[in-house]
């Protein structure tokens, strides 16, 4: 009796740190405790009478009949406790299901964020690219003009060469 009187007590006390306080738990089980303590404390101080003193008047009617309130109070307390053990599990159930569901907002708004900080990066880096490439291509041209311009100055020089060398054949 004891040890259930305590664990329900526990359960009432421990209620709140259960996602929140069950009213329906708060509400039925101390009625129901209530009952099964009496119904087994009645019964508890006939079998202590029938213990101390043996030929003790008490009839088996009266010990039946609080044998039976016992068992009936222990059943109802036992009904009551499973009615409320299945409204706190729903009620896990659906805290956990919130959990998921915000995991999961979260999860994808995280997801959204990280594509857009790709874009951002892949677009800064193409443009980055671009502007490379542009600045290769006109060294690359700046680098054309040059070498045309070393093989032009080649060619004059080479064909001034040639007249000179024609020049000086001729005076020989």
């Not at 671009?130 to 070393?150: C, H, P």
């Amino acid at each position: 009796l004891q040890r259930v009187q305590g664990d329900l007590q526990t359960s009432l006390n421990e209620d709140q740190n259960f996602h929140g306080t069950s009213k329906s738990l708060q509400n039925n089980l101390p009625p129901a405790m209530d009952e099964y303590t009496k119904a087994n404390r009645a019964l508890l101080d006939l079998i202590q009478k029938i213990a101390v003193s043996p030929d003790a008047a008490i009839s088996q009617a009266e010990f039946s009949n609080a044998t039976a309130n016992a068992r009936n109070s222990s059943f109802r307390l036992w009904q009551i406790s499973v009615q409320e053990l299945d409204t706190l599990l729903q009620m896990r159930i659906d805290y956990l299901a919130s959990m998921r569901f915000w995991a999961l907002v979260w999860t994808g708004l995280a997801l959204m964020v990280s594509v857009g900080f790709s874009f951002v990066v892949f677009r800064r880096s193409i443009h980055d690219f671009a502007v490379i490439a542009t600045e290769l291509q006109e060294g690359a041209m700046q680098v054309t003009a040059a070498a045309m311009q070393v093989a032009s100055t080649c060619q004059s020089l080479a064909q001034g060469a040639s007249e000179q060398a024609a020049s000086i054949q001729e005076t020989l």
